[in-house]
T-cell receptor, first 114, second 115 residues
Framework: AQSVTQLDSQVPVFEEAPVELRCNYS??????LFWYVQYPNQGLQLLLK??????LVKGINGFEAEFNKSQTSFHLRKPSVHISDTAEYFC????????????FGRGTSLIVHP | DTAVSQTPKYLVTQMGNDKSIKCEQN?????MYWYKQDSKKFLKIMFS???????INETVPNRFSPKSPDKAHLNLHINSLELGDSAVYFC??????????????FGPGTRLTVL
């Protein structure tokens, strides 16, 4: 069975600074990887996904993530954050060819200060 | 156009009551889910349901039951509500047939408070 670890529960950062949110996964088979964002009092929406191919994935709102198979990581990055990026970010993994139900990490709260 | 909708958005009730939360999706997806998000934002899957099977997370009490009148709806019934049921409940949907990945679309959530 797969598992996901988001190492940081909270990441404070100043506006216009770069940010990286870390995600590591564990699985014995190939995986699909996702990042979701949850703005305050809203549901989750997909930021980006890795299915196959290029390991650098670009998503909405200027976010990107890089799949690193050897390190079993899928870290999320943005070169310059805005106040509006303040939200909860969830990493999720789904096993290819297996159970289609994704496993979510515990979330990382990104707090952008002016 | 709302893709996944839930009603009500807020639900406040007394311990011991029975309540339902409704979910509808207009994406034509064949699989729907219910998640519970606790006060620490941890997302836990409760049910996964399509027209072929219901998968239940074994840690979910049998006071919780999903009911699907058709492919576009998956309602959540909760009997004998307890204080610990207070949480935000999210409905989600995805297309499983003919695809090899599982991108989920989430509803806005229902905040349940049990007094």
């Amino acid at each position: 069975a797969q598992s996901v670890t988001q190492l940081d529960s909270q990441v404070p950062v100043f506006e216009e600074a770069p940010v990286e949110l870390r995600c590591n996964y564990s699985s014995s088979v190939s995986v699909y990887l996702f990042w979701y964002v949850q703005y305050p009092n809203q549901g989750l929406q997909l930021l980006l996904k890795y299915l196959s191919g290029s390991t650098l994935v670009k998503g909405i709102n200027g976010f990107e993530a890089e799949f690193n198979k050897s390190q079993t990581s899928f870290h999320l990055r943005k070169p310059s954050v805005h106040i509006s990026d303040t939200a909860e970010y969830f990493c999720a993994v789904s096993e290819a060819g297996g159970s289609y139900i994704p496993t979510f990490g515990r979330g990382t709260s990104l707090i952008v200060h002016p | 156009d709302t893709a996944v909708s839930q009603t009500p958005k807020y639900l406040v009730t007394q311990m011991g009551n029975d309540k339902s939360i409704k979910c509808e999706q207009n994406l034509g997806h064949d699989t729907m889910y219910w998640y519970k998000q606790d006060s620490k934002k941890f997302l836990k899957i409760m049910f996964s349901y399509n027209n072929k099977e219901l998968i239940i997370n074994e840690t979910v009490p049998n006071r919780f039951s999903p009911k699907s009148p058709d492919k576009a709806h998956l309602n959540l019934h909760i009997n004998s509500l307890e204080l610990g049921d207070s949480a935000v409940y999210f409905c989600a949907s995805s297309q499983e047939s003919g695809v090899t990945y599982n991108e989920q679309f989430f509803g806005p959530g229902t905040r349940l408070t049990v007094l």
